[in-house]
């Protein structure tokens, strides 16, 4: 049976091309460009780049969205943090500069990050994981969501060992099994309680016998804490081997069992 995930050739031969590796530093300084902006920025005709960002969003690394009559284009560190998980622990040394330098720059601040990942699995049961608080606390940190997933409810984010709250908001948007809209407050510490409320929205999209995840953590303020959003990589990587294999990543991610 096809799955639609990237393979992670696809994702090496992508990092390969120092070009494609300028486009990515581009996005890194500043994500949700244009094509025209991004044209501007190399030595290359339009088409070039084109052909770039091709390869980049068939390799998962680079996720579009129309806003209005433009086509944005944000970084995507899911297909990164997928490769520290399978092959760092194996080949610490090669990969344990770049992916620390890629971090740095991931954790750079911006108004809006945008995540994409493929899992094999059924929209009803990808929702399920999202909404149920033993799941979710499986693969978020050991924390699970309670909520009665209505729209306009309000839902509270706890550690299931500590019941420590971690975050609560009001559930904007609640269309099971393809859209959740959230606002989200941070509590689980003095410092990014004082960032305020921004807005976490989750989207599925069966594709064959897979699903297209989409979140998109935006209404961040500039220069916003970046534990608000550095966790989300972890934290999709963990739900998908969850849904895929059973089983938990050896990730914070997925592995976190103490208090916060």
């Known amino acids: 049976m096809v799955t639609y995930a990237p393979p992670m050739d696809d994702v090496f031969k992508?990092?390969?091309d120092p070009t494609r590796r300028g486009l990515l530093d581009e996005l890194f300084r500043q994500d949700g460009q244009t094509l025209s902006a991004l044209e501007r920025r190399l030595p290359m005709s339009r088409f070039g780049v084109m052909k770039h960002l091709?390869?980049?969003?068939?390799a998962g690394l680079v996720v579009t969205r129309r806003r209005g009559r433009e086509k944005l284009h944000f970084l995507?560190?899911?297909p990164i943090r997928l490769v520290h998980d399978r092959w760092v622990s194996k080949y610490a040394e090669p990969w344990a500069a770049t992916l620390t330098d890629l971090?740095?720059?991931i954790e750079e601040t911006t108004m809006e990050r945008v995540f994409e990942i493929y899992i094999k699995t059924t929209p009803e049961r990808l929702w399920e994981a999202i909404t149920d608080p033993e799941l979710r606390s499986r693969y978020s940190?050991?924390?699970?969501v309670a909520s009665d997933w209505t729209p306009g409810s309000e839902y509270e984010a706890r550690h299931v060992r500590t019941s420590q709250l971690i975050s609560q908001g009001e559930n904007l948007e609640v269309d099971p099994p393809r859209r959740l809209?959230?606002?989200f407050a941070a509590r689980w510490s003095d410092d990014v309680r004082a960032e305020g409320t921004s807005r976490v929205t989750w989207e599925i999209e069966p594709i064959g016998d897979?699903?297209?995840l989409l979140v998109t953590h935006d209404q961040l303020r500039e220069g916003a804490n970046a534990q608000l959003y550095g966790g989300w990589p972890m934290i999709l990587s963990g739900l998908k081997t969850l849904l895929e294999t059973g089983e938990r990543l050896t990730t914070p991610g997925s592995q976190y069992e103490s208090g916060w």
């Open 103 to 105: 971090k740095r720059s």
């Open 181 to 183: 809209v959230q606002s």
């Open 210 to 212: 897979s699903c297209r």
């Open 141 to 144: 940190f050991g924390v699970g």
């Open 54 to 58: 091709r390869v980049l969003e068939d």
């Open 14 to 16: 992508a990092l390969a």
């Open 76 to 78: 995507n560190v899911v």
